[in-house]
């Protein structure tokens, strides 16, 4: 299969001088978490969730105006926030291709462009969902052959800036949380970044208007408490699956309710590859 085929055709996209409301209501109002930046009739970037997130902690202007003069605190436009340039694939590309950029590059979602035209999107959710339907003995394969037993993980008392340097220091996006061997929940990036935004616009909005901001401390605060996981005989086709249609990052693999392991969509992104290497899908 090429890329193209593959491709979300119908691209929603906004331009670098949009409003970052514009784009927090475009992904709400679609369900999607990348908006392709178009200027000119050209792709110039990408803007994500994440980087929304990061900047604004997902509120619109009018939620970050300060009281006192109405002055809008935070980035406005897309062009402040945005990744530039635009990744992209040809259309004649494989999903492998696809799969092994975005390993490399560690982001979720490329550009399908022909002649400077945007014919689509690809998610890395696209990619799963397509591997899981792969006939190959690599996706039957038992996912404790795979997962990565030595996890990173925190405590639901433990400070966010701890998260932040685990995330840095260790190149992830997904913390299990845990008290002993027991899994409570998952810190991911995007909570961290929606906490960090937010407490950003709320020290800003609390300093114009003359008063001090405590801001969110300790990882119970922000953590998601609803987990999907997967017991050790699962496989890694179910691994795919499950993230593909839930539109989650990873699953922690648990034994008796006690954690053991983990898979992201980065290890299922990267096996893809490795089917490749072993066959002409």
């Excluded at 038992?142 to 701890?162: H, S, Y």
């Amino acid at each position: 299969m090429m890329l193209g085929n593959l491709a979300q055709p119908y691209v929603i996209s906004i331009g670098p001088d949009d409003s970052l409301d514009k784009a927090i209501s475009l992904m709400e109002e679609h369900e999607i978490r990348h908006l392709p930046v178009i200027e000119a009739g050209r792709a110039v970037g990408m803007v994500s969730d994440r980087d929304v997130l990061l900047a604004v902690g997902w509120k619109l202007e009018v939620e970050r105006e300060a009281a006192t003069d109405r002055e809008v605190v935070g980035p406005r436009t897309v062009r402040e926030i945005m990744s530039s340039p635009a990744l992209y694939l040809d259309p004649k590309a494989s999903p492998a291709d696809a799969a092994r950029m975005m390993v490399e590059g560690r982001f979720h979602a490329l550009l399908v462009i022909r002649d400077a035209t945007v014919l689509g999107v690809v998610t890395s959710t696209d990619l799963l969902r397509l591997f899981s339907t792969y006939d190959h003995e690599l996706l039957d394969s038992p996912i404790e052959e795979r997962m990565r037993a030595n996890v990173k993980t925190i405590a639901p008392g433990d400070a966010l800036f701890e998260a932040s340097r685990l995330f840095k220091d260790s190149a992830i996006h997904h913390l299990p949380v845990v008290v002993g061997e027991q899994l409570l929940g998952i810190l991911t990036d995007r909570d961290l970044r929606r906490a960090c935004g937010e407490d950003s616009v709320s020290d800003e909005l609390a300093e114009h208007d003359g008063h001090v901001f405590f801001g969110t401390t300790k990882v119970l605060e922000v953590m998601s408490h609803s987990v999907r996981t997967l017991k050790k005989n699962a496989s890694m086709r179910d691994a795919c699956r499950l993230m593909s249609t839930h539109h989650i990052g990873c699953v922690p693999i648990v034994d008796h309710d006690a954690l053991v392991g983990i898979v992201t969509d980065t290890d299922c992104l990267r096996l893809a590859t490795d089917i490749e290497r072993s066959t002409n899908i």
